[in-house]
């Protein structure tokens, strides 16, 4: 797998194709058991890094990767704002000095979402974002130590995303806004699960395609 960061844009743009796509639907999950901002944070960042999406061609993925995320820190408010920006800030620490591969990929992303759990002081099961991208992260890990085809592996990626989404809708949020509902959250799938189980699926389409 080679990616350069010239092809950045066009994961982002696809990304926001697919929250632009779904926003009716995540403002609506937002608005049951958050605040209801969720997709203009997102669409903020999103619109941030098309912006700066030219300039990140020239550079490598661990300075791109820091670009993004002081991008996306300074410009989006609310939770996502800030576990985003860690996740980019984390993958470039890891990228230092590296190509893009399935491994550097599957390393970065895992410690990427390390940082965002110890940003959000949260984990899997606490119905948040984190319940797609862990499961995510272990599975990129698990592809890339058994060399699957990248087909298999992104597949894969969108299935555990999927079923990780999922799995938000009967748990209790113990974290961020929903967890003042308590009880009351139950039945209803994290807003930032899915456009996490969204963007997801859209790198992996772009991916898919190159
Ligand atoms: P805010 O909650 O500040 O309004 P957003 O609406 O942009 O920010 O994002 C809400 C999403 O952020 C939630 O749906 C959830 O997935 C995620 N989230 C909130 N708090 C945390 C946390 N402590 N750890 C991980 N994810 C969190
Ligand atoms: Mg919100």
């Not at 806004?177 to 969204?198: M, N, P, V, Y």
Request: proline letters at 2%; charged letters at 20%; aromatic letters at 4%.
């Amino acid at each position: 797998m080679s990616v350069s960061t010239s092809q950045i844009k066009s994961f982002i743009q696809a990304a926001s194709e697919i929250i632009n796509a779904n926003a009716e639907e995540v403002t609506e999950l937002d608005q049951t058991i958050g605040d209801g901002d969720h997709v203009t944070n997102l669409q903020r960042g999103l619109s941030t890094l098309d912006g700066i999406a030219d300039s990140l061609g020239a550079l490598d993925w661990s300075a791109a990767f820091q670009k993004m995320g002081m991008s996306v820190m300074s410009t989006v408010g609310g939770a996502s704002g800030s576990l985003y920006g860690t996740l980019f800030i984390a993958m470039s620490k890891a990228m230092k000095g590296k190509d893009m591969s399935l491994e550097s990929m599957a390393d970065a992303f895992s410690q990427g979402v390390d940082a965002m759990k110890q940003r959000g002081k949260s984990d899997v099961g606490e119905k948040t974002m984190l319940d797609v991208l862990v499961p995510v992260a272990n599975a990129l890990k698990e592809s890339a130590a058994q060399a699957l085809p990248l087909p298999e592996v992104l597949a894969k990626l969108n299935q555990v995303a999927e079923i990780g989404c999922e799995s938000t809708r009967d748990m209790l949020p113990t974290k961020g806004r929903a967890s003042f509902l308590g009880e009351r959250a139950k039945g209803c799938i994290d807003a930032g699960a899915r456009t996490g189980q969204l963007m997801i699926a859209a790198i992996a389409g772009v991916l898919g395609s190159s």
